[in-house]
């Protein structure tokens, strides 16, 4: 299955790297590349790293009924995590953060997988917005369409899903009972308390201990995230003199984060140039210009965050190996809920 699953990846990637170069003239890429204005970058790494800090501080509201966490091991995680994902494949650095989470803080790690799905979907419905609010001021091409109706939808319908998990928790676990027996009863037992620990990373959407004003303050902080981000997108995008208005890069940050939703190659090369293009054609660049910012923006997303996740793992003790992990722990028997250390898989 992990084969299969870097193969199509692979493909996904190739496909998309070939339409991002079909009909572009090479040379004037070269040339916008050559021409751009990278003093600009001394104004988009501060947005950028600031939106990884509301990022690392919405997670950390969303954990906080799991384990409680300080600022500073927040964003180290967050930023691990996502350098994870730009060396891995099928974004696997969603796994190395929530391992991490229970190595270093004794968490459950399949609970800490549920509170980053919760993350996964605000992210999800605030970029979705942030394109489909973009097109319908600015109008937008079938492609951009299909993505923002796709996303939306799509993130909708697994919020909804996940509301109910968190507030109905014992539907999900009559439903769940009447599935496991048709397993053999110690498969039944280590899916169930999964389940269980996965429920537990809802407990912000349903515990009492986070109110309504814990849930706006993590949608807020999810909003705030990506319009910094999108500001930083706006630096870049001065810097290669494209004729944007700034609010346009709103739907540039929401069509190239949406596109990497689909399985591709490490750090999502391929569909994140192509849609960043894309858009910022759309709105009224040159196709050329508009392929060198695409490529030069995703360099910029990239980079930093994996020379931080790494240096963050040196200080930490931690070994490149650490961003190999590919897999949850399997939930402990009945007689080892806890290991030595009180830790819970």
């Avoid at 509301?163 to 397993?183: D, E, I, K, T």
């Avoid at 890069?249 to 490490?266: D, F, K, Q, R």
């Avoid at 960043?276 to 210009?289: P, S």
């Avoid at 360099?299 to 650490?322: C, M």
């Amino acid at each position: 299955m992990r084969q299969w699953r870097l193969v199509l990846g692979m493909a996904i990637s190739i496909a998309f790297v070939a339409l991002l170069f079909w009909r572009v003239d090479l040379e004037a890429v070269l040339n916008a590349v050559r021409d751009a204005q990278l003093a600009w970058l001394l104004v988009a790494s501060p947005l950028f790293a600031a939106s990884i800090w509301a990022r690392a501080m919405r997670w950390r509201a969303i954990v906080r009924p799991v384990v409680p966490l300080s600022r500073g091991d927040a964003a180290a995680l967050v930023v691990i995590g996502y350098a994870a994902n730009n060396v891995l494949p099928a974004r696997t650095g969603e796994v190395v953060r929530a391992v991490l989470l229970q190595r270093r803080h004794g968490a459950s790690a399949v609970a800490g997988l549920g509170t980053i799905v919760v993350e996964r979907v605000f992210d999800g419905l605030v970029l979705a917005l942030m394109l489909a609010g973009t097109l319908a001021v600015a109008g937008g091409s079938g492609v951009l369409r299909a993505l923002a109706a796709v996303a939306g939808l799509g993130f909708v319908a697994i919020a909804l899903i996940l509301v109910l998990f968190a507030l109905r928790p014992g539907l999900v676990r009559w439903a769940l009972q009447s599935l496991l027996r048709l397993l053999p009863a110690a498969l039944g037992e280590r899916v169930r308390r999964l389940v269980e620990r996965f429920l537990d990373g809802l407990a912000l959407l349903r515990d009492a201990r986070a109110p309504s004003t814990a849930i706006a303050f993590v949608a807020g902080a999810s909003l705030l995230g990506w319009i910094l981000e999108a500001s930083a997108y706006w630096a870049i995008g001065q810097a290669f003199l494209l004729p944007l208005a700034p609010l346009l890069y709103l739907g540039v940050c929401g069509a190239a984060n949406l596109a990497i939703a689909a399985p591709s190659t490490s750090g999502g090369i391929g569909p994140y140039e192509f849609f960043a293009r894309e858009a910022v054609v759309l709105f009224g660049a040159a196709a050329a210009a508009g392929t060198a910012y695409a490529l030069a923006l995703h360099a910029f997303v990239l980079l930093p965050v994996t020379v931080a996740g790494v240096f963050l793992l040196w200080r930490r003790h931690l070994g490149l190996g650490t961003l190999a992990l590919s897999r949850v722990p399997a939930a402990p028997s009945a007689s080892a809920d806890a290991g030595p250390d009180g830790a819970r898989a």
